[in-house]
Structure formats: C-alpha cells, structure tokens
C-alpha cells in the first residue's frame, strides 16, 4: 500500500471560491466584518466530478492508494481578514474535506486547516483541531508557522503561544505539518520561495529550541522534502554542533519528518541519502504546484512515486517510505484506513 | 589555481567592532544621529595577526590560492540605524578590506559591501559601488536583497528600484553575490534559516522577472550552494515551464551562478548532478556560518575543497569550478590575480 501524505483539495468546486470571494468583498466594505458561517451548497456529485477526472485518477495511473488530504493550502489564507473570517472558512474548508473522505473512504484521509489568524490567540485553533479530531475523524493538521503571509511578525515555533497547540497535538495523538499559505508578501512567490522558505524556518526554529524537550511526544512533518534542510544537511549539523546540541538525529529525528515533495531525481536521492528512511514519508502533493509534464523524463515532475522507485533503496527502506512511516505518525489512519 | 569565491572578513580587529558599537550607542540616543565617519585605528600588523593564524592558515592547509574576500556579511547590519549609520560604517568596512589585500594581494581580491537602508534610495549604493571599483580596485559586490534583516518590507529585486545598481554592475563589469545580513527578525536564524531562504527567495525573484532581459550583462551569484534551489531544481525548472517562461537554463543560466558553500558531501553530489560545471564557483565562506570538524569525516563542515575533490567530476570541469569560472564571473580580477 502507497500512502501519499500531502494532498490538498486543489479542485474544489467554484462554489468553494465564491464564499471566499464574498468573504473578501464583506472585508473590502468592513475589516472588522463578522458576518455568519452561512452555508455553501455542494452537490455530492459535483465533489465526485471535481476528483475522478484529477486526483482519483492520478491516484489510480501512479499506483498509490491514500491520500492524507487537506484543504488547499494556498487558500488558507489567514492573513485575510480577522479571526471570523479564518474560523468560519476554515470550518468550511474542513468539513468539505470530511465529506470528501466520507465518499472514497479508501481514498483520502481527512487532514484539517486551521483558523490561525495574525496577532490572534492559538485557543480557536486548538477548538477547530478538537472538534476535527474528536468529532470528526480527521488523522493530522496543517499547522501554519507565519499566519502573516510572508511578512513573518507573529511568534515563532518556539514561543510559548504555541504551547496549547502542541498539547492538543499530543493528547490527540496526530501530527502537525507545518505549511505556509500564499504569501501576500511580493518579495515571495508562494510556491516558490515562500514554502520552501518556510520549511527551512520552521526546521532551524525546532532545532535551536526547548519544543521536543517539553512535548517528547510531538511529531512535525515539514514538507517539500524539507525545504532546504536535507541539502543543506552538514550546515544543520555543523550549526547544531557548534551551538552545543546532540546529533540531530538524537535532536530531532524522533520527532521531525520529510516529505518526498521534491519533484527530481537527483533531488530525492540527496534527501535520501541523508535522511534516514524511518523520517521520510511519501507524498506528491497532487495536483498541487507543479503541474507540468517534466520534458527530460515525458512525466509530470509531480509523480514522485517514479523516483522513490528509481532510488537505491531495500524492500524495507521503500515500504518503510511508502506505508509504515505514515501510520507510524499519523496513527489514527488506523481507524479509517486498513 | 583555486579560486574561493565567497570569503568574509569575520576575525577583524577588535577596532571594527568598537567604532560600530559606538555607532550602536549614538543611535540608542538618537535614532536620527547623524555624526561622522571618524576613523578607526588599525596596524598593519593587526590586520596579519587576524589573518595569519586563521585565513592564510586554512588557505595553506587546505590548499587553496586567493580569497574573493568581502567585509563579515552578517555584520553589514543594514537595518542599523539610518543612511549615515550605513554610509559610515560601509566605507570603513571597505576601506579594511583594501588594506587586507594590499598586505596580502596574492591570497585576497576585494569585494565591497553596499550603504543599503531600510527605505533609502539606491543611489548611495552605486556611488560606493563605483568608489570601490573605480577608485580601489574591488572585483566584486555583496547586495543585500532584503536590508530590513528578516522582515522583507523592501522592493523585490524585479523592481525598478534596483536598475540603477544593475546598469552600474554591468557598466563596471563585476557581478552581484546576493548575500542577506544578520535577521533582526527572531523568526530567522540568520545562518540556518536567514540566508538560505534569501538565497532561494532571490532566485525566484530573478526567474520570474524580466532583470536578465533587461540587463543580458548581468551576473549573480547565489551564495551557500544557491539556498534550497539546485535541490529543488525539478521545482523550478517546472514552475518556469508552467509560467510558459524558456528552460531555466536559457533563462537565467547565461547570468545565475551558484557557489558550493554546502557542507557535506551529499549536497555537494546533488548541486553538481543538476547545475552544469559552468555555473557552479568554488567557495567555502571559512570561517564562518558553521565552524567545527564534522564527526563523520575528521574534517571540518566549511572544507569545501574536499567535497569537490571527491565529486565524480572530470578534469576539465574541476578546473572551471576551481578556477576559469571565477575569472569569467570575475573578469576583473586579471587586473589583481594573475
């Protein structure tokens, strides 16, 4: 079994789109608009047409099984808005991918967004992780470092504004990915710089603080192979080292983990050959930034699956990437996913 | 011969830092103080006793030839203070780095840093620009694409705010090294999160803009192995594809060049596996970011030499990274560095 541990719900139907752009217009006219969640009327139909002919079908061409799937990230937008905004979109966002789930249960795993937004408390969130979790399923959360959009002034990873986060993750027992949304910032290309960027934040941000020591138990992903960390790997180290740390592996790798969001060969096989394969979790994150067919292999860049089996891996390492890390940290998969 | 492309001046004499904490206290007094440029008393025999057993030690030992040597990057500060402040303390700095090469001009060429501010214009920057390589003989220059230090509130290098100092770059014929300074943002470490993702963030800048269209002359250096960009060269390469832009070699590698400040091996394999040997300058930025002996080798981190020496690697391609790569990016230091 292939379990893709990054996918957002890139296709929504365009109903999605115009409660935010309503959103947005009641902001435009009033920044401190409450207004009310309202509804937004999806088909069951519509959900299914908006997958079979994208996701379902790439799931189906590339051999891989489950997707742990979220909203889209570029969407989350928290820095739009104020924390009604964020609350009422996010419990949208949320409970679309519920029903997503609930119609190709062997298909998607629920992962949730949350309605972080800039100079606000971290307890909203806790609430909507809680009422995803315990109500609603949901196996993991996207957890979003810089709920600025790419102008970085709230507090870091290791403050202690996110301490009753990190408690809910670990009573809950499911793992935060830490992934940006669209940068609003035009020094930063979302895709591009901003979440790479952010990857590399986040992963320095643990390193250099008390989080692991005081939640032995949280597990964080950090996506698009980790940024620039595995690359950038004896830096890590050498840093690590020289502020008088353990090895990163003693440091970090019982609680941080990569993805395999990097979309070449010679990509994958540096994060490999450097991260040990119990850290590294398979995804694509289809359809997602890259959407191109690669003219040096005729496959999409994003089908990662190909360089993990091009890579010099054993039997266990492949499986260990493909399946058993997953459940390992997302261990509520075991309720929906056999 | 080898070529380091990517030195900084970290061991100064205790002198520098002196005059810039006395700059530090004028401006805790007043942030509008303007003061003097004053001087700062420095022996010759000072400069060697900061170089001997440190530089020109690890050059000897690890048989390199010449340093492209530039003023200590995370010191450049220019968030600190205001115009005067940056103006003050740019000149000192560059006027030591002149002195260090005169005492040594067979082991160090001089690069400049620039009076950037916060919110000032570009001019003073071409002005020192011009100082340094008309009148001092400097090969090269460090642009700090974000001198806020972390909170990247300035205008992207695709502004137009910046065509100034490219037309005098390509007038004067010497490259840009896009190098940040220290994060003044507790969101960023500035060696482990700062640099690379300015590294990565510059880069992205460059591709998706018109700067090369409009300035075919130009060159720029992407320091620390080019951030997170040669590990996620599919990424790139696809971005660009679905922006409709040219192959990213057509687009940016007649003007985009990446050192090998990456410290370990694997890196190292992954940066020269996807960007041609053309492109790619040997550097170390010893002794800097990252300052121990890595456990794993015996060696230190910042001994990049080794890595490139054990690269699978052909003759002709070890002497463009070596050296014939950093006399075309450089072209000026035939003057300086026979």
Known sequence: ??????????????????????QKAALAADP??????????????????????????????????????????????????????????????????????DLYPQNFAPVCQLPQSPGAPIEPSVHELRRCVDEMGFVGANVNPDPSGGYWDGPPLADRYWYPLYEALCELNVPAMVHVSAACNPQFHTTGSHYLGADTTAFMQLLSSDVFADFPELRVVIPHGGGAVPYHWGRFRGLAQDMGKPALDELLLGNVFFDTCVYHQAGIDCLLAVIPADNVLFASEMIGAVRG?????????????RYIDAARLGDAERTKIFETNARRVY???????A
């Open 1 to 22: 079994m292939i379990i893709d541990c990054h996918g957002h719900y890139t296709t929504a139907p365009g109903q999605l789109g115009d409660y935010r752009e309503a």
């Open 32 to 101: 401190e608009h409450v207004g009310a969640k309202g509804t937004i009327s999806i088909g069951d139909d519509e959900i299914r047409e908006s997958l079979e002919r994208a996701q379902l079908r790439l799931q189906q061409e590339r051999g891989t099984d489950l997707t742990l799937f979220s909203p889209r990230a570029s969407w989350m937008g928290h820095h739009i808005g104020n924390i009604h905004t964020s609350r009422f979109w996010t419990e949208h966002c949320n409970e679309l991918i519920r029903r997503v789930c």
């Open 293 to 305: 067919v690669d003219p040096e292999t005729g496959h999409h860049y994003d089908d990662t699956r």
């Open 331 to 337: 261990p509520r998969l075991e309720g929906v996913a």
